[in-house]
């Protein structure tokens, strides 16, 4: 029997002659292993998106074993609350009223007084109403404010105790230079630097922090504290971290260098005054 051309090329395609055209079982696995990686990859964007846009609110538990203690705290808290900015309003009321008290000396505790007042006013009055209200959540634009202004005056009180350090130690060791030397300009300047210190060492890790997907939106604390914040991400925080590592220690050694040498040589400068019996 004579085989036509035409059976022969049948007989090719039948038998899988062509497998040249189809990709090995090697190439079929790297395939789909590369696709596997990029669904991967697009679904840990997606999951990050999500939570990116899905947290818009925390929710404060507070003391979450206390819940029925919620009205007895909330007096406990309402009674001392007060007294923080009524005795605060009361210092820089005198020192302000009286032309006499108007110098350079007493400007630092005024303005130490008003800077204690907005730092207590930035977590108790929401703690207050979270005591009370079934509500406990705060939105994430509000949380991340409180963050920021917590931290950043807190950090400014800690460099205005140290400037406050140096005015007590030019007023002590050196009084007969102490008005040519901490004039209103320089006063003034100290206690900006102190505000505009604080906001400078904190505004990088806020806004890192805000940048963090979180995985969640219960947040195991009475206020928007840094380290409850960086627990609820899911992405790396090594670097929020590294940073928080090295702004703590710059702003608490550095503070209490400056604050401990002045007192140092206000205390060496007091022994050796002499005495009125010598």
């Given at each position: ?97 009286d032309h006499h ?65 140096v005015d007590c ?110």
């Amino acid at each position: 029997m004579k085989t036509e051309p035409w059976m022969f090329s049948y007989a090719r395609y039948s038998t899988g002659d062509l497998s040249e055209h189809r990709p090995s079982g090697e190439e079929e696995e790297e395939r789909e292993e590369e696709e596997e990686e990029d669904l991967n990859v697009l679904m840990q964007q997606g999951m990050m998106l999500a939570n990116q846009s899905s947290v818009r609110e925390f929710v404060l538990l507070g003391f979450p074993h206390q819940h029925h203690l919620g009205f007895l705290l909330f007096l406990v808290h309402l009674m001392i609350y007060p007294l923080v900015p009524a005795g605060n309003v009361v210092i820089i009321a005198i020192t302000w009223a009286d032309h006499h008290l108007r110098t350079p000396m007493n400007f630092f505790p005024r303005s130490f007084s008003f800077l204690e007042i907005c730092f207590t006013s930035v977590i108790v009055p929401k703690m207050l109403v979270n005591f009370l209200s079934e509500d406990k959540t705060i939105s994430f634009a509000g949380c991340i404010t409180q963050a920021f202004f917590y931290l950043s005056l807190g950090v400014s009180e800690f460099l205005l105790l140290a400037a406050m350090s140096v005015d007590c130690y030019v007023a002590i060791c050196y009084p007969l230079h102490y008005m040519a030397i901490m004039s209103g300009r320089v006063c003034t300047l100290m206690v900006l630097s102190s505000w505009f210190g604080g906001f400078f060492f904190i505004i990088g890790l806020i806004v890192m922090i805000s940048w963090l997907s979180c995985g969640s939106k219960i947040l195991n604390h009475f206020f928007c504290d840094l380290g409850p914040l960086v627990s609820l991400s899911c992405t790396n925080t090594h670097l929020v971290e590294s940073m928080d590592f090295l702004v703590a220690p710059v702003v608490l050694m550095g503070s209490l260098a400056i604050t401990v040498v002045p007192y140092s040589y206000i205390v060496a400068t007091v022994i050796c005054i002499p005495s009125a019996k010598e």
